[in-house]
């Protein structure tokens, strides 16, 4: 089983970045898929891109294009997220989720709560 | 990107009793390299991740209980809870996986009655 441990809780302000990361342990980090998933105080799940380690790139949803930045580290099993422009409606629990290639997510991080104030 | 669109929003169902769950996706989510539904259930419980239940449509994930069922095809499918648990008490989701870019539905919030 693929266990996801997140880095912590942020607080930023409106119009700067966050960067939050994901170590993977339990699989084969090069080939599995990462996503990243948030999450809005009492909202539903909403998908926001993911990134296969050994090819590379990253696919992202259109709402978050230009805005957000999926990396992954081989040589530490990490994976990252970076959004940048931060605006209050950011205010969210953000997921890191494992799959692989054309399969749902069978591992979940426990989530990073990113508050933004203004 | 494929929308998901869940029925209902809530409800609220008896213990023992049966709760149904649909899910519709704006296309067809079958993945031709095996003619399965790529279509996913999961559960989450307040303050908790998500929670996978059912891959495939209908492919119950090990260790989730055999009240639990997921049935459809093609654009329509169901997650159906033959006897309510006081544990079951949770929202849940699909999602879609047959595209690059994931869609989850809005989400169905089940409690007890």
């Known amino acids: 089983q693929v266990q996801l441990v997140q880095s912590g809780a942020e607080v930023k302000k409106s119009g700067s970045s966050v960067k939050v990361s994901c170590k993977a342990s339990?699989?084969?980090?090069?080939?599995?898929?990462f996503s990243w998933v948030r999450q809005a105080p009492g909202q539903g799940l909403e998908w926001m891109g993911g990134?296969?380690?050994?090819?590379?790139?990253?696919n992202y949803a259109q709402k978050f294009e230009g805005r957000v930045t999926i990396t992954a580290d081989e040589s530490t099993s990490t994976a990252y997220m970076e959004l940048s422009s931060l605006r209050s409606e950011d205010t969210a629990t953000y997921y890191c989720a494992r799959g692989v290639t054309a399969s749902p997510y069978d591992s979940w991080g426990q989530g990073t709560l990113v508050a933004v104030f203004s | 990107d494929i929308v998901m669109t869940q029925s209902p929003d809530s409800l609220a169902v008896s213990l023992g009793e049966r709760a149904t769950i649909n899910c519709k996706s704006s296309?067809?989510?079958?993945?031709?390299?095996?003619?399965?539904?790529?279509l996913a259930w999961y559960q989450q419980k307040p303050g908790q991740p998500p929670k996978l239940l059912i891959s495939w449509a209908s492919t119950r994930e090990s260790g989730v209980p055999d009240r639990f069922s997921g049935s459809g095809s093609g654009t329509d499918f169901t997650l159906t809870i033959s006897s309510l648990q006081a544990e079951d008490v949770a929202v849940y989701f699909c999602?879609?996986?047959?595209?690059?870019?994931?869609?989850f539905g809005q989400g169905t919030k089940v409690e007890v009655k």
């Open positions: 296309q067809s989510v079958l993945y031709s390299s095996n003619n399965k539904n790529s």
């Open positions: 339990g699989g084969t980090f090069t080939s599995d898929s």
């Open positions: 999602q879609q996986y047959s595209s690059t870019l994931r869609t």
């Open positions: 990134i296969i380690p050994m090819f590379g790139t990253a």
